[in-house]
Structure formats: structure tokens, C-alpha cells
């Protein structure tokens, strides 16, 4: 019986084993390139460069995510491969789907590219288990301050 794999950092860490594994098997040679502030994708195999993303279930119809630095790398270095890696929650990786999205495919979807700018709060778990762990009956009411 196969574990599920829950949680966005298990299943980044899913994906990215699945592709080195591929890549290997094609005969190639990945090196995983995650912590390494100077490379703009997660693994550089052989001439490769491959951003992965990993799903739960299905990409299709999400947008893709990408740092500027990955974004720039999609439009201006043709090795750049997009992989987005499927099926990762149910745990075999025999039944994971790998799209590979590069060349003139991926530089035409990046023409509809929308840079934008975030900030991530980081929800750690334990915090989370913190706060939900409190009874909110416990919790006395505060009323919420008209605005001025």
C-alpha cells in the first residue's frame, strides 16, 4: 500500500526525486540545484535547466508560478524546461504525470506572462497546530471598532 503524500514541501520534494530519477534513466546526469542561489531552476541536468512543480492532482487550468529569475531563464535561455509533475498526493510514483513545457511552446506562453508582487507569511506548522489547538468557546467576544 502506497502513503499519500501530503503537505506542499513533501510533494515539492516528491516531484523533484521523480525528475532526477527520469532524468537519470535518460541518461543524463541531475544534480538538484534547490539551494543553490545562483541557478534559476530546481535541477540542471546535462544541458537542462528544469524548473519542477509539483501537484497534488492536475495542473491544468492553474497558472504556473515562477520567480523572476526562473521567468527571465524561460524566455532567454532555450534549455530551460518547465516540469510540472502530476498525481503526487496518492504517493506511487509509478502513476505520477510529467509534462515537459519548453522551447516554443513555453516562450509563447510566457508572452502572456503577468509579473506581479508578493509577500508569503510563513504558517508553519506548529503554529498552526498552536491556534487551532485553542477551544475558541474559551475565546471571550471583542467587538470589532467601527472605522473612522
Excluded: C
Excluded at 61 to 69: I, M
Amino acid at each position: 500500500m502506497t502513503t499519500e503524500i501530503v503537505g506542499t514541501q513533501a510533494i515539492e520534494n516528491a516531484a523533484v526525486a521523480f525528475v532526477i530519477d527520469r532524468e537519470t534513466q535518460a541518461g543524463r546526469e541531475p544534480i538538484d540545484t534547490r539551494y543553490v542561489d545562483s541557478t534559476p531552476a530546481d535541477v540542471i541536468s546535462s544541458d537542462r535547466l528544469i524548473e519542477v512543480k509539483g501537484y497534488s492532482d492536475t495542473s491544468r487550468g492553474n497558472d504556473l508560478w515562477l520567480e523572476t529569475p526562473q521567468a527571465q531563464a524561460a524566455v532567454s535561455r532555450g534549455n530551460f524546461h518547465l516540469y510540472l509533475v502530476e498525481n503526487v498526493h496518492q504517493g506511487d510514483p509509478a502513476l505520477f504525470r510529467l509534462l515537459d513545457l519548453h522551447g516554443e511552446q513555453l516562450r509563447r506562453l510566457m508572452t502572456r506572462a503577468v509579473e506581479r508582487s508578493y509577500v508569503t507569511v510563513p504558517w508553519p506548522e506548529a503554529e498552526y497546530d498552536a491556534l487551532s489547538a485553542i477551544d475558541t468557546a474559551d475565546i471571550p467576544e471583542h467587538p470589532v471598532p467601527e472605522p473612522r
